[in-house]
């Protein structure tokens, strides 16, 4: 039997970690919600929904913790250049600072808003930064299939226009719905390549 990576194992608990306790929340939020009206956090607001709040809460924190070994197992990436493993390297090191600021989201929720938009600001920030290196990346590793390198710039300007230009609910779901899926993407690679 074949042994799976460190990033195909993490990257899938990340995907499903998130969608089961963001899901979990959502039906257990008391009220009206829809993504066009609500952001994601909101799942997350005790006042709004005692219940599933620890739910979303907790799904940021566990999937935030999953996505550390996922960046970490980027080192299957590495090429011979240095350049090139500088590159990843970097990619690693803010993919990790961008787990930590997810799990930051979920440890300060809404309840703590001052904080809660510190931290979910620094995320979606630093995010872009997370596709545009780890695409660029990739995209130069011969076993990288280019089509995701450009799914992954696609994402990333999403985010830009959901950072700086339409601060959205629908629009943040999209984003993190895609983000979760070139997370797929990049497991999918590292499987049907073995790396």
């Known amino acids: 039997m074949r042994k799976l990576s460190l990033s195909i194992i993490s990257g899938t608990l990340v995907i499903i970690l ?6 979990t929340s959502l039906a257990l939020f008391p009220t009206y919600y829809s993504p066009l009206d609500n952001w994601l956090s909101d799942l997350g607001n005790s006042s709004y929904s005692p219940v599933g709040a620890v739910f979303y809460n907790i799904g940021c924190i566990t999937t935030g913790i ?6 970490i197992g980027h080192y299957k990436w590495y090429r011979e250049e240095i350049w090139h493993k500088i590159l990843v390297i970097i990619g690693q090191g803010i993919g ?12 300060y929720s809404e309840d703590f808003m001052t904080l809660h938009v510190l931290w979910s600001d620094i995320f979606f920030f630093v995010i872009l930064f997370v ?17 995701i390198g450009i799914y ?14 339409i ?29």
């Open 167 to 195: 601060g959205t609910p629908l629009l943040e779901w999209f984003v993190v719905f895609t983000a979760l899926g070139y997370v797929g993407l990049i497991i999918y690679n590292m499987y049907v390549e073995e790396i």
């Open 66 to 71: 999953a996505l550390f070994p996922f960046f």
């Open 18 to 23: 998130y969608c089961v306790f963001t899901f």
């Open 96 to 107: 990790c600072f961008a787990a930590f600021a997810l799990i930051m989201i979920g440890v």
């Open 152 to 165: 992954g710039i696609v994402v990333a300007i999403l985010d830009v226009l959901f950072v700086f230009l």
């Open 131 to 147: 596709l545009i290196i780890t695409s660029i990346a990739l995209f130069l590793h011969e076993a990288f299939k280019k089509p």
